[in-house]
């Protein structure tokens, strides 16, 4: 790629530079955010200009403002030569490796995934993520380019970003929301085809919305971001993509409206029409009305026939684990913003367009959750734990009225981080992995750490626990803070009520005590950032500031301000333990946990989101009981004092006790454990490939089932859909009878039931027998088949339904239900009506 240049001056300088051998390579570097982050890239811009990568740790500054005349100097050191060949071959032998995807069946029918997201974290050089979020589709998208699946991402370029923090002498959280000058971030314009910048228009209430495009390399993929920092626009649409998650609620509708219209717009304007989107989070729902309005016009079909083909190839993840983290609108907001463009381009009416995101669609005070039109938009949902989907089953029983919970349509897959990005230095050399063995060669990296000595691990541990403690130094500017040798807990994330994050505070004396034992001392490293409007997690930011302050706990424990990647990579890498206390079941998933299993860290976390399914005795330490408590302060009183605990009897014993060799055994066993068996499990290559099996590989062809031969089956089901829908409130369930009989097998009982289909043909209904789960049996259900047509006694005709079943329990347990049925169609995703037996 021949990077393109606006004339501005930080940028002729970059052309200046064109000549010297080697610039190239460097500047395609600069540009990749795969390898951003990777230590070999770090120490090379290390060496090549050391202040300027101490200042801005941006590669990208580093070359337009290094003069020629040095960059030719350094380049022409045999070192920094070698360091550099050694990183292109790398590189490039990432990108033409046979790809994972390649191989995979039905691989061919994916001609794209557009993932959309409101926030992408590649590297703390291109400042557009908060947290979370962001990680989950920064680390995705790297180990998608891993593994050759091909993914575009989508998203906004954020002319401010989210703040940054400064923490005064009493606690007290400042943000600052600095510029990001797109001319220093590792990103390009994307040109158009006809070599112009790509500009996008967006229908806006009663302006057009433009929208200036951008990309960003990420291995062998692009990230797409728009921003709305246009000269066209008018003022008040200037500053739409400023701050992540600032403003009312108006300027976040703007913003989803930029991301998920102007995105899908995007891509059409390169030509690209990928056959699976995949919205990561309600924010960018309105990409499913852009992608049907866009087929409506291309196949002059009317819009429920366009979203019902086109929802085929949508994923909807969903990542909160309460209901009021979805984003909601009223609908004057909506309408005012978007009824111009549903009339035009949807040909729809404004409550047309509100029912798409309510649950009840004639509610005219319902307002419009985002999450619900993404479920009434897609083919498949996903939670990201086992815990979650089954919490997102209850969030969403709403929409699935008289569905039991564990039929509602939202499976799950586990996050997972991209583990090349947040191995330390000390993890790089322990594991010795080269180039992509987390995608070739799990099973090998696995059996290395299964084997790996007493010593080895413990060095590793050392090393990395110094690297941190230098770290420290330097940020504080105390040359003597912490001691390398000591027991170390990190505590980082968001500083909201449910996590938690006072829950060592609880007793300040326990924890004194703990900290300054003098054979087993602890020291603690503590950092995170309150959303800025969020007061209560203001204080407990200053709680552990005048805990430290009130205490002198100076020596022993640090808040370190401005938790961003760069620190969370510092922390996650050095830590022994990463400590993660929030409120079952609302942390949905949680990743900086998973961050430190490559770096032989452990874990010591409330049994919730992803530690609730990885959590074994022999890999960390588990808090809670598994069970759901609230927000109760007895039980938050409880859970402090099993924390002592298990920090007082477990972790710094094992911690402290050393074998004849100077080694703590238990301690190095359970590092080997939790490296082995969880390293890869909790890694973006491991989620990344179950996204593709499960969801996109299947999203896509049945998307092309739909559109294939002028879209017959997207026809078809539509006509099923109405014919359903329209027999459904006239469906009857008879009475049912019950034969008991003996047979072979033990006894059986012979059901069945008198059904009138109301003309529904019985292709199209599933009639099953239904127990829930009670008395020690598990829930079960039975399909009757249909037999022959019976006129009953009353004057409706029947189909008699049977089946044959195991007597095991009560035959008064079981009722009879109606669902529909079709085999191109998820139900109850796509059609949610069920008929139960009086
Ligand atoms: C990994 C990471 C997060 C997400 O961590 P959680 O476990 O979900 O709290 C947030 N912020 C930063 C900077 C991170 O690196």
Known sequence: MQPVFFKWELNTAIMQKEDIPGFETLQALALDMRWSGSHVANELWAQLDPEGWAQTRNPWIILQTMSASRLQEQLALPALRNQLNALRSLREEAVAAPSWYAQQAGAPLLNGVAY?????????????YVGGLGNVAGDQLKAASDLGVPVTGIGLLYQQGYFRQVID????????????????????????????????????????????????????LKLYLLDSNDLA???????????????????????????????????????????????????????????????????????????????AGNLFTTHTAVAAGFDHFEPPLLAYYLGGYAAEKLQLSIPQLLALGRQRPDDEQERFNMAYLAINGSGAVNGVSRLHGQVSQALFEPLFYRWPPAEIPVGYVTNGIHVPSWESLAASRFWGNKGNAWVSQPQALASHAMQASDAALWQLRNEARSALVD????????????????????????????????????????????????????QLVVAGKAPPSDEQGKALIRHWVQFIRDYKMEAHVVFLQDYDMQLAAQMIGGVDVWLNTPRRPWEACGTSGMKVLVNGGLNLSELDGWWAEAYAPDTGWALGDGYEHGDDAAWDAAEAASLYQVLEQ??????????????????????????????????????????????????????????????????????????????????????????????????????????????????????????????GHPQAQYNLQAGAKIAAASVKECTLYTVTIPATRAASDYTVRITPAHVQVAVPLENRNIRWQH
């Not at 959309?116 to 557009?128: A, H, R, T």
């Not at 996590?499 to 034992?517: A, E, S």
């Open 116 to 128: 959309f997201s409101m926030e992408f974290m590649l590297s703390e050089s291109l400042p557009i």
């Open 233 to 311: 626009n008018p003022p008040y649409y200037r500053g739409i993509t400023s701050q992540l998650y600032g403003g009312d609620t108006a300027l976040r509708l703007q913003q989803e409206i930029a991301l998920g219209i102007g995105g899908w717009r995007l891509l059409e304007a390169l030509g690209q029409s990928p056959a699976v989107c995949h919205l990561n989070e309600g924010h960018a729902a309105f990409a499913i009305l852009e992608r049907a309005a866009s087929y409506m016009s291309r196949y002059q079909v009317p819009f429920e026939t366009a979203l019902s083909i086109t929802r």
């Open 471 to 522: 770290f420290i130094r330097r940020q504080t500017g105390h040359a003597s803070l912490f001691n390398p040798t000591v027991l170390t807990i990190g505590f980082a994330r968001r500083f909201v009520p449910y996590k938690r994050p006072d829950l060592l505070l609880h007793d300040p004396q326990r924890l004194v005590r703990l900290l300054t034992n003098p054979a087993r001392p602890l």
């Open 650 to 775: 477990q972790v710094v014993t094992s911690f402290y006790e050393r074998n004849e060799a100077q080694l703590p055994t238990q301690w190095t066993a359970k590092m080997r454990q939790s490296m082995t068996t969880h390293t890869f499990r909790f890694s973006a290559t491991r989620a990344v490939s179950e996204y593709t099996t499960k969801y996109y590989l299947p999203a896509a062809a049945r998307y092309q089932e739909r559109t294939k031969d002028n879209a017959m089956v997207g026809k078809a089901i539509v006509q099923w859909q109405a014919s359903v829908n329209q027999a459904w409130p006239s469906l009857e369930i008879g009475d049912t009878a019950v034969q008991e009989q003996s047979s072979a097998v033990g006894p059986t009982f012979i059901f069945s039931v008198p059904v009138h289909l109301a003309g529904l043909d019985t292709s199209m209904v599933q009639v099953t027998l239904y127990a829930a789960e009670a008395d």
């Open 169 to 220: 002498g009493d606690g007290n959280q400042q943000a600052y929301y600095p510029f990001n000058d797109p001319g220093q971030l590792p990103l390009q314009p994307l040109l158009g085809a006809n070599g112009e910048w790509l500009r996008i228009q967006v229908p806006l209430a009663q302006a057009t919305l433009w929208l200036r495009t951008w990309e960003v390399q990420v291995g062998r």
